[in-house]
């Protein structure tokens, strides 16, 4: 029941490995303070950052099954879960505007697929691994709070976006020139994959947390393992 969750680790770890690569491999040409990580898909290792992503999409997939199958996920948080998925595949197979050459329909798709994505991953690790829910009641590991805060962390991220954006509309200012629009994308994006990863662990692990077992009570008011013992 738990093999998805390790193949979703797996797959996850490896885009992840891909894309941290294309990072330190392209310090001299990408700044990470004011470009996007969607920069690597413009240039020759164009095909890697998809590809990283793409497996980053698969991953999150196969997590979000095997926390369905586990009665871990409820229907908000694996319909949020899959939409993060959703999002970065979107966000793998249509490059970012090439500002150069202008703006560009695969561009738009490709912000959508961000937007989606930024938004859905938080939703998902606050709403499956909250505190006082059936699952965390249930079946519990060390991973579930670690889930929840770095859920919530993600939120604030996303909140503090927002409230940029809006000082950008009420100054005049275009939004990505209000704040690091690299640093503050990677910290997000950084604290999201951390959240999925955390996810990923619960789901893998063997629930040593869940509740044991009663012993079957048999007729005469004597239970199976008490007549075991004598």
Same mark, same amino acid.
């Given at each position: 029941?738990?093999?998805?969750?390790? &193949?979703?680790?797996?797959s996850?770890?490896?885009? $992840?490995?891909?894309?941290?690569?294309?990072? #330190?491999?392209? #310090? +001299?040409?990408?700044?990470?303070?004011?470009?996007?990580?969607?920069?690597?898909?413009?240039?020759?290792?164009? &095909?890697?950052?998809?590809?990283? $992503?793409?497996?980053?999409a %698969?991953g999150?997939?196969?997590?979000?099954?095997?926390?369905?199958r586990?009665?871990?996920?409820?229907?908000?948080?694996?319909?949020? #879960?899959?939409? !993060?998925?959703v999002? @970065?595949?979107?966000?793998?197979?249509?490059?970012?505007? +090439?500002?150069?050459?202008g703006?560009?329909?695969?561009?738009?798709?490709?912000?959508?697929g961000?937007?989606?994505?930024?938004l859905?991953?938080?939703?998902?690790?606050?709403?499956?691994?909250?505190?006082?829910?059936?699952?965390?009641?249930r079946?519990?590991?060390?991973?579930?709070?670690?889930?929840?805060?770095?859920?919530?962390?993600?939120?604030?991220? $996303? %909140?503090g976006?927002?409230?940029?954006?809006?000082?950008?509309?009420?100054?005049? @200012?275009? !939004?990505?020139?209000?704040?690091?629009?690299?640093?503050?994308?990677?910290?997000?994006? $950084?604290?999201?994959?951390?959240?999925?990863?955390?996810?990923?662990v619960?789901?893998?692990?063997?629930?040593? +947390? %869940?509740?044991p077992?009663?012993?079957?009570?048999?007729?005469?008011?004597?239970?199976?393992?008490?007549?075991?013992?004598?």
């Amino acid at each position: 029941m738990h093999q998805p969750a390790r &193949w979703g680790l797996a797959s996850a770890g490896a885009g $992840v490995v891909l894309i941290l690569g294309l990072e #330190l491999t392209s #310090l +001299d040409e990408i700044n990470p303070i004011r470009r996007t990580i969607s920069e690597h898909g413009l240039g020759p290792g164009g &095909w890697v950052f998809g590809l990283g $992503v793409g497996l980053l999409a %698969a991953g999150s997939v196969a997590i979000a099954v095997s926390l369905a199958r586990r009665r871990l996920a409820g229907i908000v948080g694996t319909i949020a #879960l899959l939409g !993060w998925s959703v999002g @970065l595949f979107l966000a793998a197979w249509f490059e970012k505007h +090439d500002w150069s050459v202008g703006p560009s329909m695969s561009g738009s798709i490709h912000r959508v697929g961000s937007f989606v994505a930024f938004l859905c991953l938080p939703l998902a690790a606050v709403v499956i691994a909250r505190p006082r829910s059936r699952a965390w009641r249930r079946e519990r590991s060390r991973a579930t709070p670690v889930a929840f805060g770095l859920g919530v962390c993600s939120a604030l991220w $996303v %909140a503090g976006i927002g409230t940029m954006i809006f000082i950008g509309a009420q100054s005049g @200012l275009p !939004w990505y020139r209000v704040m690091p629009l690299g640093l503050v994308e990677r910290g997000l994006a $950084v604290t999201e994959v951390a959240a999925l990863l955390a996810l990923g662990v619960w789901a893998a692990a063997k629930g040593l +947390d %869940a509740a044991p077992a009663q012993p079957t009570p048999e007729p005469g008011g004597r239970s199976r393992a008490m007549r075991s013992s004598t």
